[in-house]
């Protein structure tokens, strides 16, 4: 008996197509099973912290914040001359361009020099005093115009990032005047799970005086940190694990031979 060449192409072929399709699936597995691979106390935050109900910590002191170049502060003054007081109020020195058109911040500019422009009274250096320091010092020159001023200061643009690897990296402009990291992490999504979070880094300028700290957030020691409270302006930076790099490597090959072998199948299904 003859054998028709066909069966024999017929045969070849599906061999040949399950082969592709058994190595697809081997890679895809590989890729799947590298997600896998990240021990699950690495996932964790606080490993070392005790399973009580009441976890009693250290006290920390709260950083004392203190006005600094570029600061926009929100400023209102009030008193027995209303006209005079509305016209302080009614003054802004400036509209923070940086911003978005949603969180567009107005009020009082620290200049470079650290000064703070107000009509009438002229320039009042406000660098390096903290906001009940600089309101008294402020309500000291507003006296001489305006009888029994009452004044409050605060901050408008409490600004920090957080980049690297996380869920929704980012800039971000918040209106109170303390910002824990956990609730930085929290604002950006929260790390990833091939996020280093034995190695996060604070990246801080305080008035040209740049430094860059470290935090584990697989133990409590994080609560006690200096780096716990954020300061305007800080880069929080979250490193990627090194799995992170070999998973995509496997996705790039995976990906390139499911192509291929779609491709391969589909031109020895149309020929045969």
């Given at each position: 008996?003859?054998?028709?060449?066909?069966?024999?192409?017929?045969?070849?072929?599906?061999?040949?197509?399950?082969?592709?399709?058994?190595?697809?699936?081997?890679?895809?597995?590989?890729?799947?099973?590298?997600?896998s691979c990240i021990?699950?106390?690495?996932?964790?935050?606080?490993?070392?912290?005790?399973?009580?109900?009441?976890?009693?910590?250290?006290?920390?002191?709260?950083?004392?914040?203190?006005?600094?170049?570029?600061?926009?502060?929100?400023?209102?003054?009030?008193?027995?001359?209303?006209?005079?007081?509305?016209?302080?109020?009614?003054?802004?020195?400036?509209?923070?361009?940086?911003s978005s058109s949603?969180?567009?911040?107005?009020?009082?500019?620290?200049?470079?020099?650290?000064?703070?422009?107000?009509?009438?009274?002229?320039?009042?250096?406000?660098?390096?005093?903290?906001?009940?320091?600089?309101?008294?010092?402020?309500?000291?020159?507003?006296?001489?115009?305006?009888?029994?001023?009452?004044?409050?200061?605060?901050?408008?643009?409490?600004?920090?990032?957080?980049?690297?690897?996380?869920?929704?990296?980012?800039?971000?402009?918040?209106?109170?005047?303390?910002?824990?990291?956990?609730?930085?992490?929290?604002?950006?999504?929260?790390?990833?799970?091939?996020?280093?979070?034995?190695?996060?880094?604070?990246?801080?300028?305080?008035?040209?005086?740049?430094?860059?700290?470290?935090?584990?957030?697989?133990?409590?020691?994080?609560?006690?940190?200096?780096?716990?409270?954020?300061?305007?302006?800080?880069?929080?930076?979250?490193?990627?694990?090194?799995?992170?790099?070999?998973?995509?490597?496997?996705?790039?090959?995976?990906?390139?031979?499911?192509?291929?072998?779609?491709?391969?199948?589909?031109?020895?299904?149309?020929?045969?």
């Amino acid at each position: 008996m003859i054998k028709s060449p066909r069966g024999g192409q017929f045969i070849a072929a599906t061999n040949l197509k399950g082969k592709f399709s058994c190595l697809t699936g081997v890679l895809l597995f590989i890729c799947l099973y590298g997600t896998s691979c990240i021990p699950s106390k690495n996932l964790k935050y606080f490993n070392n912290l005790s399973d009580s109900q009441v976890v009693r910590l250290p006290k920390l002191e709260k950083p004392q914040a203190r006005i600094m170049p570029e600061d926009i502060l929100d400023i209102r003054i009030a008193g027995a001359n209303e006209a005079t007081a509305a016209l302080f109020n009614t003054y802004s020195s400036t509209t923070n361009a940086a911003s978005s058109s949603t969180n567009a911040n107005t009020g009082y500019l620290v200049d470079n020099q650290g000064d703070v422009e107000f009509p009438i009274m002229g320039k009042i250096h406000a660098a390096g005093l903290s906001r009940e320091e600089f309101r008294d010092r402020l309500k000291e020159r507003v006296s001489k115009y305006l009888k029994d001023p009452l004044i409050s200061v605060k901050f408008t643009n409490f600004r920090f990032s957080v980049l690297g690897e996380v869920k929704a990296p980012g800039s971000f402009l918040v209106q109170q005047e303390r910002v824990t990291v956990l609730e930085a992490l929290g604002l950006s999504g929260d790390m990833t799970t091939y996020s280093r979070r034995n190695n996060v880094r604070i990246i801080r300028d305080s008035s040209g005086n740049r430094e860059v700290g470290q935090l584990d957030f697989t133990d409590k020691a994080i609560f006690t940190s200096k780096y716990y409270y954020l300061q305007r302006n800080d880069i929080v930076y979250v490193e990627a694990e090194k799995s992170k790099s070999q998973f995509e490597d496997f996705s790039r090959v995976s990906s390139i031979v499911a192509t291929l072998a779609s491709i391969i199948a589909l031109t020895i299904t149309i020929l045969r």
